[in-house]
């Protein structure tokens, strides 16, 4: 499969950077991180889960180097994950699943639930922590709507009044 060929590649670059990666200056990170991504891409474009995974990992946290952050980019970030999620791509469901859970813009408490419990059946496993948590909370009514109506925990609502 192509999107394997890239995505083995893209992990050829990494281990090649790393090697020099302290010796490089921040012009030179940018230019290898760039080029590390253009490889993820295509292995994601190409439907590769867990290049497409990275990559969003990548748009998530961003690069950071000396003293400042660059490359982050929460809707490519969202995207991403979402594409290797729908590939059931266990780390990337789970991810979903918080971010249903708990991001205001795509907030969705049952497509929290359902990849949740998709998450528990890939791995085989009966219900996870994070899944009974989050039915815990929602079976006690501990969300709220805050005024701009997305649910946060009870426990916040302090900081909603204000």
Known sequence: MEGNKKYKEA?????QYDEIWDTLT?????????????CLSKAAYLGH????????????????S???FF??????????????AENKYPPAVEWMAILYESEPKIQDFEKAKAHYELYDS??????SKNRRLFLQ??????????????????????????
């Open 11 to 15: 992990i050829e670059l990494k281990r």
């Open 26 to 38: 921040t012009e030179d990170r940018i230019k290898k991180v760039k080029n590390r991504i253009l």
């Open 49 to 64: 889960e867990q290049a497409q995974y990275e990559l969003a990992c990548f748009y998530k946290y961003g690069i950071y």
């Open 66 to 68: 000396d003293g400042s």
């Open 71 to 84: 490359l982050s980019n929460k809707r490519k970030y969202i995207f991403w994950m979402n594409k290797s």
């Open 122 to 127: 890939l791995m085989g496993i009966k219900m």
């Open 137 to 162: 909370q929602l079976d006690k009514g501990l969300f709220i709507k805050n005024k701009k109506g997305n649910y946060e925990l009870v426990s916040n609502w302090k900081k909603l009044i204000r």
